[in-house]
């Protein structure tokens, strides 16, 4: 079974420019979080997706960040623009979703730095 | 807003050694789960535990649920270097099976 993939793995770029992130979850798995670890922190959940709509974006900086799930599949996250605390590692999970204790899948995560 | 603090928040043994990583809120968790992350990857789930008391053991790592579901303890026994990573509880309070992460503990053993 092919995992949560993410791309790209790594991105450099300058304070106020854009950039986004792409997540392909485990195939059949309705929900897909968007998670911010920022170095030496635990990751902290920027959104929750159930198919293709948001079931928590609470704490998503909507001024500059979005979030996307076309079709309840694939999904990209946008920074725009980019400041420098956004400099993170940007983590994808997906899970089979319903009502037991679900496992979260994670992907390898997209490492941003802003300078 | 609730928070998970990790304790410790760094630690370096020898192999062979015993170590005990913990998990605390104020808060009651729903359930609890534990996760392993190595460098460059995303966390993979180690256990879940939902009871107060419960008690689950994965090998050489054993995982203790407060009776109070307030607190979370991994106990790792006869440590090896494969068990270096940052260790992570995450708990649902709300019981919507959407977990907030603890602040993690970083393990290196030393062989």
């Known amino acids: 079974e092919a995992g949560v993939a993410q791309s790209p793995r790594y991105k450099i770029i300058e304070k106020r420019q854009s950039v986004a992130f792409w997540c392909n979850p485990i195939?059949?798995?309705?929900?897909l979080y968007w998670y911010q670890q920022i170095l030496g922190q635990g990751p902290k959940l920027l959104i929750q997706?159930?198919?293709?709509?948001?079931?928590?974006d609470s704490q998503l900086p909507k001024d500059r960040f979005s979030a996307e799930r076309l079709k309840g599949v694939d999904s990209t996250l946008k920074i725009q623009p980019a400041k420098l605390e956004d400099s993170a590692v940007y983590l994808c999970?997906?899970?089979?979703?319903?009502?037991?204790?679900?496992?979260?899948?994670f992907g390898p995560g997209t490492r941003l730095t802003v300078l | 807003t609730q928070l998970l603090e990790q304790s410790p928040q760094f630690l370096s043994i020898q192999e062979g050694e015993n170590l005990t990583v913990y998990c605390n809120s104020s808060s009651v968790f729903s359930s609890l789960q534990w996760y392993r992350q190595e460098p460059g990857e995303g966390p993979v789930l180690l256990v879940t535990?939902?009871?107060?008391?419960e008690v689950k053991k994965l090998k050489r790592l054993t995982f203790q649920f407060g009776d109070a579901r307030k607190d979370s303890s991994l106990h790792i026994t006869a440590a090896q270097p494969g068990d270096t990573g940052l260790y992570l509880c995450?708990?649902?309070?709300?019981?919507?099976?959407?977990?907030?992460f603890g602040t993690g503990t970083r393990l290196k053993v030393l062989a």
């Open positions: 999970a997906s899970t089979l979703g319903g009502y037991s204790y679900n496992e979260q899948f």
């Open positions: 195939s059949g798995h309705a929900t």
């Open positions: 995450a708990g649902d309070w709300s019981g919507t099976y959407k977990y907030i």
């Open positions: 535990v939902v009871t107060g008391g």
């Open positions: 997706f159930q198919n293709n709509g948001v079931v928590d």
